[in-house]
């Protein structure tokens, strides 16, 4: 029950973020020479931005992301955390697979660092700092539970 309260506060922590995120990269809109460089899903779907009515809702979150990236940065913590909680709760009775599930998030945090590491922009190196940052911590927990000690080993003497 503790992680269900838990799941649904962090759900609704990343539905306001994702609000927040939403709305800040709607001055997209009002920025036309960012349109070549931060409408990547719309480009995709049209093969060119002409006017406002072509640009995607996925694009604004790049475009805050990429200059004002406070609430994407929440997100990403956000998602991490109810990603983290939900591996927790399904491997609570095993270290090793907590250890394994941690690794492996750690690592793609690390690679993501490195697809954002020359990023020009301010928002790329937060995150870059951000993802460096989560892999190592999430890595350093990966060890911490994999060569974790028992809590009390029992000797009859």
């Not at 899903?41 to 093969?47: E, I």
């Not at 911490?144 to 029992?154: D, N, S, T």
Request: charged share 15%.
């Amino acid at each position: 029950m503790k992680y269900f309260i838990q799941l649904i506060i962090a759900a609704f922590f990343l539905l306001l973020f994702s609000f927040c995120t939403w709305y800040e990269g709607s001055e997209i809109l009002d920025d036309h020479s960012e349109w070549k460089y931060s409408t990547h899903f719309s480009q995709m779907l049209n093969d060119q931005v002409m006017d406002e009515k072509d640009i995607s809702n996925l694009d604004y979150f790049v475009y805050a992301a990429k200059f004002k990236p406070l609430f994407p940065v929440l997100m990403v913590l956000m998602s991490s955390y109810l990603i983290i909680l939900t591996g927790y709760a399904l491997f609570k009775r095993s270290s090793k697979k907590i250890a394994l599930f941690l690794a492996g998030f750690g690592v793609l945090f690390l690679i993501s660092s490195g697809i954002v590491s020359n990023s020009p922009t301010v928002g790329g190196n937060i995150f870059q700092a951000v993802f460096l940052i989560s892999g190592m911590m999430a890595i350093m927990g990966a060890a911490l539970y994999y060569f974790r000690v028992p809590k009390e080993i029992k000797t009859d003497f």
